[in-house]
């Protein structure tokens, strides 16, 4: 039993949204990551990326919609600065955390009365996404296409290494070539006065900080709300990862372009920017692992930009 891989067709994206609409799973490409998805209303479809993913069940799951329109479908009382994120950068590597109306059910929000909205910025979700609710559907339940704690997948054929024994032969997964970012969004807690971001992504605190005016200092990341990103063991290879460590021979490296690579080390990635950074380095990661190596060392880059989320991933890779 295998899913079918298929290509982003007319004809296969009315596909995929059919088997959404009967319950089924869609792993789709986002400009972050690639998504495993089912209808968020269809408790049976949802249980099954919990099953498929191997993830407990109290860690909720994002919704993805079309259009702003759709928000207060799924949430209520929606705060003043989260319309202004919302108008700013949707469709966009952001989502939001609002408090759940009543379509918001248990199976989707892990038991918590908030939901986690997103409107990814990729024609093929995007498609997807107008068919499916052209159908009836109303919102997509999509976690990253990885087993519980592994590596995000940026290309369809890791969610194949990833997924691929778990997935039956009625689920797709659509290929639309590699995630243009990399990783993951922005998750902003709009649940209080003043916007908390829960994890960063390509959406800086800066952007945030320019459509929110607030005179707090920027917020550490830390929150209390129940957050599988902050597990110990999360975005991690089977490699063990170090950061900012000097190599012993036969590790795997991964620094900017412009440090060498040390003596008897494989250089894994050589990134010239930070977007760069961000866009290859879960594929980086995994190329590590099918060299069957047991330890990567990663040069961290600046903590600035998209810089604070490659860092944020590489701790949680780290801590295992
Ligand atoms: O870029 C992304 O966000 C990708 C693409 C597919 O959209 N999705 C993604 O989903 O990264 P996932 O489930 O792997 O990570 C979402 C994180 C989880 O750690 C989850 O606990 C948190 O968001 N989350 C979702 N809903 C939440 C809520 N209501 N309150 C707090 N955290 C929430
Ligand atoms: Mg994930």
Redesign the pocket.
Known sequence: MHPKLLQPTEKNIFKSAQNLISGRLVAFP?E?????GASATIESGVNRIYEVKG?PKD????V?ISDIAKLDIWAREIPDFAWDLANAYWPG?M?L?LK?SDLAKDFV??Q?N???L?I?NNKIALTLLTEFENMGGVGIA?????RFGAV?PTSAVHVLEELGNHLGDTDIVLDGGDSEIG???T?I?CISLAPKI??P?AITYDEIYSIVQINEQKPEIQ?D??????FDSHYSPRAKVFLNVQPIPGDGYIAMNEIATPKDTVRLFSPKNIDEFAYGLYASLREGDALNLSRIVVITPTGIGIGIAINDRLKKASEK
């Open positions: 986002t972050t990551v690639y998504g495993l993830r860690h909720p799951l994002i993805h590597p989502t955390i759940g929000t892990g918590q908030t939901i986690g997103r990814p999509a976690p990253s296409a990885n995000s990783i993951e969004s998750i807690d829960l994890r992504g929150s709300i129940k957050f599988s990103g902050r």
